[in-house]
């Protein structure tokens, strides 16, 4: 959600800060602001951190920011609003009474109200509407010419989520930050020190890293870092290194992001194969599962828990879990999970499904399970996040940097590891080799079948000019694409803003038949097996009622293509591969009825890409 940039070194910090706040752009906000300790002589009356901050996109930050602001040490950050109205006020960094504390904060401090009375009676006065202010003053009421003591003693009274990142007039070129359930990441440059809350930020300037865990804070200046825990313990810190290239987080030449990473699915999807298909044994190889092929074969079901697009991808995997690997599987909402009271089963493989690795409910009920015994597999694109490093082992899904904040790549490359943890672990079962090596076969040929599925790319624009404007949306499947309806529904709901609902096509008649309309068209997706009839059934009901239909189905399919008012015809494969073609003339049918009422795809109003809070 919010994001965080800290720069202290040589050079002049306010440009890498207004910079690194804009590569987090995509995490979602409503305001911007950077705070720059000033190192020329002050004259009377000059404040010692120049603190500029503004309501709306980056670009109105970056008029305000003078080009030749000094300061070579700063913090930054984009806020996305829940305490407190979306103003100037309410942006950060905020700072203290004194003018000589600047924090920048991402979560939430549930016990923000108490303190603020403590802090109000002890003479404070609080300038915005914010939780987060309540850091600023209490750090202040700690200070005593050590800022990494003063901001330890403050994490003590604090209930809730933060990642924080805290600078003081009295200490030229130090930023010290703070991790408890909000992610943060020190850059280590060259005579230069980086913090923040996403690697995107610090890819520019370095491509070392070291990813902090709950609990430990950060003391750095250009010269080096140090990182403690609770009990004020040093850590060893252990440095990654970024292997994303700066050129994977640009446009490349498209005119959104969304538009880039749709197009780029054939090269994700196929990254997330290589190197784990092997067809001499028919079967999959996932080194990072940290299970014995014994511990494999000794799972009895499995569970899946997810949030939004991450929790359709469980459901497709969930099928293919119980209709090829024969194991009992079932995809959990992890907000619901996470507050139920688990009955916590032997012999049960949990997956933890993030795209960012960050989600919050995901992370929370990830660790509730593991509370209780269970071992946890995550599935993350986001190396280094806290779900991969948390997780009893797991799958990177390495389908690259994904700015926009409807997910759309790591969707498909999410979906390519199902397939493969279900061939690995049908192998141990009932699957024959002969089985296993046609079920690679076909999965070889996913990356080439969804790029000619992007290749309708101009017929779905056309489709879209035709219904954008339509209020209402049914989106309807059967069995493995059912989990694609639901998607194809949220996409349109995400970036477009217009009201769509997604069903199973069974069900239409218990109930959602009542939506259909001429206003209301509906999207079926069709399959090439034993369900086919049955949809085009359900078909013929909505075509009956008046409502619109845009169909699609396999190329060839003249039946389906008569009965609907729009065809979309999509590559062959074979039927539990289907959702690998199915979802990307959703994608664009949401992209382009989006782009035709002038929404902004890339970043959808009230949304955030990493979700760090309840």
Not at 335 to 348: A, I, K
Not at 466 to 487: C, M, S, T, V
């Amino acid at each position: 959600m919010c994001g965080i940039v800290g720069y202290t070194g040589p050079r002049q910090a306010s440009r890498i800060l207004v910079e690194g706040l804009k590569r987090l752009e995509y995490r979602g906000y409503d305001s911007a602001g950077i705070a720059v300790r000033r190192d020329e002589p002050l004259g009377d009356g000059e404040a010692p951190l120049s603190v500029i901050k503004r309501i709306g996109k980056i670009a109105e930050l970056r008029q305000a920011v003078p080009k030749d602001l000094p300061g070579t040490c700063g913090i930054g950050h984009t806020r996305w609003a829940t305490h407190g109205g979306v103003t100037d006020a309410n942006a950060h960094p905020h700072v203290d009474g004194s003018g000589r504390i600047a924090i920048v904060h991402n979560g939430i401090i549930e016990n923000s109200a108490a303190l603020k009375e403590m802090l109000e009676k002890e003479g404070a006065r609080f300038a915005s509407e914010t939780d987060s202010e309540v850091i600023a003053h209490l750090v202040a009421y700690y200070y005593d010419g050590d800022l990494e003591a003063a901001l330890k003693a403050a994490l003590g009274h604090l209930r809730g989520t933060y990642g924080i990142a805290a600078i003081h007039a009295d200490e030229p070129g130090r930023i010290v930050g703070a991790r408890n359930g909000s992610p943060l990441v020190v850059g280590v440059g060259d005579g230069e020190m980086l913090l923040a809350s996403d690697v995107t930020a610090l890819l520019a300037h370095t491509a070392s890293v070291v990813y902090l865990n709950d609990g430990e804070v950060v003391s750095m200046t250009p010269a080096e870092f140090r990182i403690s825990d609770g009990d004020d313990r040093a850590v060893d810190p252990k440095i990654d290194t970024i292997t994303w290239k700066l050129d994977a987080i640009e446009k490349e030449g498209f005119s959104s992001y969304m538009e880039k990473e749709i197009f780029e699915q054939p090269e994700s999807i196929d990254r997330a194969l290589s190197g784990r298909m092997n067809q001499e044994y028919g079967s999959a190889k996932l080194g990072g599962l940290n299970l014995s092929k014994k511990e494999l074969h000794a799972i009895e079901r499995v569970r899946v828990i997810a949030a939004g697009t991450s929790w359709h991808a469980g459901l497709v995997g969930c099928q293919l879990l119980e209709s090829v690997a024969r194991l009992p599987a079932q995809a959990e909402l992890a907000s619901e999970l996470r507050y139920r009271n688990p009955v916590v089963e032997p012999n049960s493989l949990y997956l933890a499904v993030s795209q960012s690795g960050e989600t919050a409910d995901t992370l929370y009920a990830m660790r509730e399970i593991q509370r209780r015994g269970g071992s946890v597999l995550g599935v993350c694109n986001v190396v280094g996040s806290t779900i991969a490093r948390e997780s009893d082992g797991g799958v990177y899904v390495h389908s690259g940097p994904e700015i926009a904040v409807a997910s759309t790549k790591a969707f498909t490359s999410q979906l390519a590891a199902f397939y493969l943890m279900t061939l690995s672990l049908a192998r141990l079962h009932d699957m024959s080799h002969h089985e296993g090596q046609r079920f690679l076969a076909e999965l070889r040929a996913i990356p080439e079948a969804v790029r000619a599925s992007l290749a309708q790319r101009d017929a779905i624009q056309a489709i879209a000019k035709r219904y954008a404007r339509y209020r209402d949306f049914l989106f309807l499947g059967r069995g493995i694409l059912y989990p694609i309806a639901l998607e194809g529904a949220l996409k349109l709901k995400e970036i477009s803003y217009i009201h769509a609902e997604g069903y199973a096509s069974g069900e239409i008649k218990h109930g959602p038949i009542a939506l259909v309309s001429p206003e209301t068209p509906s999207v079926f997706l069709v399959s090439n097996d034993h369900l086919r009839e049955k949809t085009i059934s359900n078909i013929r009901e909505i075509k009956a009622r008046g409502g619109p239909v845009i169909a699609l189905a396999q190329e060839g399919d003249d039946e389906v293509a008569g009965l609907a008012d729009e065809f979309i015809p999509v590559p062959t494969v074979g039927s539990r591969f289907q959702p690998f073609v199915m979802v990307p003339p959703l994608q664009l049918l949401s992209y382009f009825c989006a782009l035709e009422l002038g929404r902004n795809v890339d970043q959808p109003r009230n949304l955030a890409k990493s979700v760090t809070v309840e």
